[in-house]
Each structure stands twice: as C-alpha cells, then as structure tokens.
C-alpha cells in the first residue's frame, strides 16, 4: 500500500488580547559581542573591559552598551564589585544563540489550541491595534458593542517568562514579559487556521496553515485584498499502517482489505481506468483516527485494488485480454495474453475462454455491427489455422 492521504480540518482556537510586554529575538551584535567577552572573563565584564577591547577606548560608549545589556537582562550587577556586571542565563544564551530577546511594550495576541496534533499548544503571538471608536462604530452599524474584560485566565499567567516556540507569525520565538491584570477574549473569526495530516509509507508530516488574519502590524490584510498568510511543517508521529486500517473501519471497508496482498477487495469495476490500471480514487466520508479526532472529507488517492471474488477476477481477466489483442491473435500469441491476464489475480484462478469462444462471444456482442478489430484479429488467424 502507497497510497498517500491529506487528512484536513480546521483548528479551534481560542485568542486573547492584553497589554504588556513581549520580547522577540532580534540581531543585536554589539550585546552579543559583550556578552562573548564576558565569557572571556570568567562570566564578569567592567565598562573597561568593553571600552578597552570593543570600542577603541571609548569609555562613555562602553557605560552606554553595559546599562543596555543590564536593561535587556543579559547583565545583572556584580555585589562583590561596584563597576563590574555578571552574565545572566539569558545572555548565556544570546551568545551561544547570536540573537538577544528585545521587548517591546504594548497591545497583543496570543492563539492556543488543544488541537493533539499540534506539537505545542500556542500558536501565534503577534501585535494588536484596537479598532478605533469610529471604526467600532461603522462595524457595528451604530450599534454599541459592550466589551468584556477579564482576569487573564491561568495558563496565560503561566506562560509569563517562559519562551515559547511558535509555528506561525513573523516571529517563532518570543516570550511574554508582562500581562496587565484585565484582558479581552479575541474574536474567533480573526484567526482562521487549517492543520492537515500527509500519511504516506515513507514519512508523514503536518501542515499548519493560517487561512486568515490579521497582519502583524494589527490591521486585518484581506480587507485589502492580501490575505496574510503563514505556514510550518512538523514530523507526525502517526504510523501510516494503522492509519490506513483505522481510516477503512471508518468506511465500513475493513474487511475488503487485504492485508497480505495489499489491496482493497472490490467488485469488478465500470470504470475503465480502474479495470487498466487497478487503482482506485476511495472517497473517505468521515475520516477519524483514534485519540486525533474527525477530519474533513478526503480522498486516498491510487489506492491498489484487486477482484473480491471468482467471477469478479474472471471478468477482469477477460477484459484485460479482451485489451491485450492488438494483433493478429495467432495461437501461441492468444496463450501468452491469456497467461499475462490470469497472472494478475492467479491466487482466484480465473477461467478464460478459449480463442473461438471468445470471437463467438464478440461477435454476438457487436449486434450486427462490423467486427471490430479484436474480433477481425482473432478471426483471421482462426480461418487462417495460425
């Protein structure tokens, strides 16, 4: 089985306005410098060290980069010495990274979901604009709309300090500083994100997409005509086997599937290109997975399928044979077609008829017309004795 299958639906999410402070990871190379320096000197920096080293002597310039660093919480001050600063675990970091956590105050959102197949629960923390009053306003056709504030509710309490790796937005890792004590629950409809499961044999995969937004800057793009748009793949921990398995019980179809063969038992089919090729587009109404929950309907694309029974592989060999005679079906010719056919689902045995019972059956089937050219083929070599 190779079939590969998209297993889509929409995230629900929850949102939350609030005041305060978020940091991003910016490229600053003067603090990390500093902080690669510190590291030199046993964890400990003096305005002295850096002005001597970095800044060509340039002391005042050196006070000024050490306060900001003390600022950025990448320097915290040294009891032991008054004019010496020691190296957080912060600035650790910011030198190994080469990137420092800058803050900036003001209006945001963050987006979590329990959606299992996520890899984390928060999803996107980005800037946001109130509407303006006249705006709210013609939103909402002259009608007030009462805002409701809250305390902000627990988990986003516990967010506060930690960093957190986010797979959608301009930034993907950020970390909140400060909430203010009242917060306003977002609008579900301003964040609109699809997941989808990839299932194939070698490796499957998610696909995290934002169908809509707001920009980063907070004001919604697709007002514009521009859609903001973000996405993120992960590695999925979903053994595709028992996916498959799980999504045929889904149809009813557990036990038209073979596990050894490898192929959905099926009558034999109308479709043409199925009888060819003997794959078949399944349609999967409600597809569900165990512990992962229900997606939209889908379709497993070229899934291999073989005759349920021995008239359904008798048929099917006989239209397999029907189509291999392109040419005079001399005897030995006419055998090796045949063979070729019944090979394809010899563990059924399927009975083919023989050259002159298979042109009597065309011709009777041609009501009238002219033989056709496998019946000329097979006639021919017939009248000819070949």
């Not at 009608?143 to 960093?163: H, N, T, Y």
């Not at 008798?314 to 006419?334: G, S």
Request: a negative charge.
């Amino acid at each position: 089985m190779d079939a590969k299958i998209r297993l889509t639906r929409k995230v629900q999410l929850e949102g939350w306005h609030f005041q305060g402070e978020v940091s991003s990871l910016r490229s600053r190379p003067w603090e990390v410098a500093v902080m690669a320096l510190a590291q030199q000197h046993s964890g400990r920096v003096t305005p002295e060290d850096i002005s001597r080293e970095l800044l060509n002597g340039r002391l005042p310039v050196a006070r000024r980069l050490m306060r900001i660093c003390e600022q950025l919480g990448l320097l915290v001050r040294d009891e032991s010495e008054v004019d010496a600063l020691r190296i957080t675990e912060h600035g650790e970091r910011a030198a190994q990274s080469q990137r420092v956590f800058v803050p900036q105050p003001g209006n945001w959102t963050i987006w979590q979901s329990s959606d299992p197949l996520l890899p984390s629960p928060q999803i996107r923390v980005a800037p946001w604009q109130e509407a303006s009053a006249l705006d709210q306003a013609g939103k909402n056709r002259g009608i007030g709309a009462s805002r409701s504030f809250q305390e902000p509710p627990d988990f986003l309490r516990q967010l506060v300090g930690k960093e957190l790796e986010l797979p959608l937005g301009k930034d993907r890792i950020m970390r909140i500083d400060r909430i203010a004590e009242s917060v306003e629950e977002a609008d579900k409809d301003e964040l609109i994100v699809q997941i989808s499961l990839n299932l194939s044999p070698g490796e499957s995969s998610l696909l995290l997409e934002t169908l809509q937004a707001p920009s980063e800057n907070g004001t919604d793009a697709s007002n514009h005509g521009r859609t903001w748009q973000s996405s993120a793949t992960f590695p999925a921990n979903v053994p595709y086997q028992s996916a498959w398995l799980d999504l045929l019980e889904t149809e009813g179809l557990q036990e038209a599937w073979d596990q050894e063969k490898q192929i959905l038992r099926v009558s034999f089919p109308e479709d043409d290109v199925e009888k060819a090729k003997l794959r078949r587009d399944l349609h999967i109404q409600q597809p569900a997975l165990p512990g992962l929950g229900f997606f939209d309907a889908t379709l497993a694309y070229q899934v291999p399928i073989g005759p349920a029974t021995t008239e359904d592989a008798c048929q099917w060999a006989e239209w397999k044979l029907k189509k291999a005679i392109v040419d005079y079906a001399t005897r030995p010719r006419f055998e090796a077609w045949a063979e070729q056919s019944r090979r394809l689902f010899q563990d059924l045995n399927p009975v083919l008829p023989t050259r002159e019972q298979l042109a009597l059956q065309i011709r009777n089937s041609s009501d009238g017309q002219s033989p056709g050219q496998g019946e000329w083929h097979i006639r021919a070599c017939l009248d000819w004795e070949l």
